[in-house]
């Protein structure tokens, strides 16, 4: 139930999902044209400031800019790569696809064969009523890292988990089990903040390998004023941005109210 809670009501108080509920309340209250009238003028407000770059930027970096990639990767006894960066071999797929965050597969192969350890832990498993596909993210990283050159000898599969909290406490397991002492985590780097919390409960110490950054530092340093004019252009991209932040502040939140902790 909490699986199903966690992927539906936040549905409710993202932007676009927000904005439709509103717009439905107002449709109902149209009799009452000053109430009508406020729904409707806060719904373009806010979806129109979700969709600039301005606040997308802030919000993604106060997420992002958290962890930073080291260095000088330390060596360690495994790397834990979560999933969320491909997509199944489904028709008219042929293959395993790597969507967005798929830098954490490349990532991963890379710092093998760098040989800052010998291990991978893929971790990602399939939420049934989500899946579409017969594999699972751990699966598919297996798959697309072979291609990349990594042996299959080098990668437990944890293909169990449904979302970070379950990626946690089954990765645990396994490093008690090889008994791991030194263990990087890759992950996206919005992503990152909500991993580290939720691995740090589980006595679990990691060392953050932040990859797929949405924003970076801005190297202009005079912008004119049809470049500043377009940042404030409503943007769909600036939209998905900002509704994944979030979701990884709602995750936040709502792991810090559990039991658990």
């Not at 301005?54 to 495994?78: F, G």
């Not at 042996?151 to 396994?174: D, F, H, Q, R, W």
């Not at 252009?233 to 709502?254: C, D, F, Q, S």
Request: one cysteine or more.
């Amino acid at each position: 139930m909490f699986i199903f809670l966690s992927k539906f009501l936040p549905l409710f108080v993202y932007p676009l999902g927000l904005g439709i509920i509103l717009l439905i309340v107002a449709v109902f209250r149209i009799r009452k044209k000053r109430t009508a009238k406020s729904l409707l003028v806060f719904i373009i407000l806010m979806l129109w400031a979700c969709s600039t770059t301005p606040v997308a930027t802030a919000l993604a970096r106060s997420l992002e800019w958290q962890y930073t990639y080291p260095d000088e990767v330390p060596q360690a006894d495994a790397i834990i790569v979560l999933g969320g960066g491909t997509e199944p071999a489904v028709s008219p797929r042929k293959y395993v696809e790597i969507n967005s965050a798929g830098d954490r597969v490349f990532t991963a192969a890379q710092l093998y064969r760098d040989g800052k350890a010998p291990i991978l832990i893929l971790s990602g498993g399939n939420i049934d009523w989500m899946s579409n596909g017969s594999s699972t993210p751990a699966d598919q990283m297996a798959e697309i890292l072979i291609f990349l050159g990594v042996p299959s000898s080098a990668m437990i599969l944890e293909n169990g988990s449904k979302n970070t909290y379950e990626n946690a406490v089954n990765t645990k397991e396994i490093i008690i089990e090889n008994d791991f002492k030194t263990v990087l985590l890759v992950t996206s780097a919005m992503h990152m903040p909500r991993s580290v919390m939720l691995f740090k409960k589980q006595g679990i110490s990691v060392i953050p390998i932040p990859v797929d950054y949405s924003i970076v530092e801005d190297v202009e340093s005079d912008q004119s004023f049809l470049d500043v004019l377009y940042e404030f252009i409503p943007n769909v991209g600036n939209l998905a941005v900002t509704t994944n932040v979030m979701k990884e502040y709602i995750g936040i939140w709502t792991y810090s109210l559990q039991d658990w902790f």
